[in-house]
Nanobody, 123 residues
Framework: QVQLVESGGGLVRTGGSLRLSCAVS????????MAWFRQAPGKEREFVAA????????SYADFVKGRFTIARDNAKNALYLQMNNLNPEDTAVYYC????????????????WGQGTQVTVSS
């Protein structure tokens, strides 16, 4: 069993930065592909970024390329998302997720989810 707890969300102005963290408990964190998704009010949950279990392979949604960076620390059982140059369209609840297997971008392919952390970007 894997449990995920996100933190680091908050209110930030356009152009600002936030760093999200996801603390992972359970065995074999280093075996899991990890990802960030987000969900804005009235919209479907969408893929943001993912990183494979060794940390060498990453994937990003087009709308965050060059602004967000995903990283993991297997020694600390932690996942991170550095978000720079935020804009109001980034406002959403951000979720971390885990799966055994390759990096994929569909939420239904991830087996474990956190409760989410709210990110609000004001104009």
């Amino acid at each position: 069993q894997v449990q995920l707890v996100e933190s680091g969300g908050g209110l930030v102005r356009t152009g600002g930065s936030l760093r999200l963290s996801c603390a992972v408990s359970g065995r074999a964190f280093s075996s899991y592909t990890m990802a960030w998704f987000r969900q804005a009010p009235g919209k479907e949950r969408e893929f943001v970024a993912a990183i494979n279990f060794v940390g060498g392979g990453t994937s990003y949604a087009d709308f965050v390329k060059g602004r967000f960076t995903i990283a993991r620390d297997n020694a600390k059982n932690a996942l991170y998302l550095q978000m720079n140059n935020l804009n109001p369209e980034d406002t959403a609840v951000y979720y971390c997720a885990a799966r055994l297997g390759a990096v994929v971008t569909f939420p239904q392919d991830y087996h474990y989810w956190g409760q989410g952390t709210q990110v609000t970007v004001s104009s």
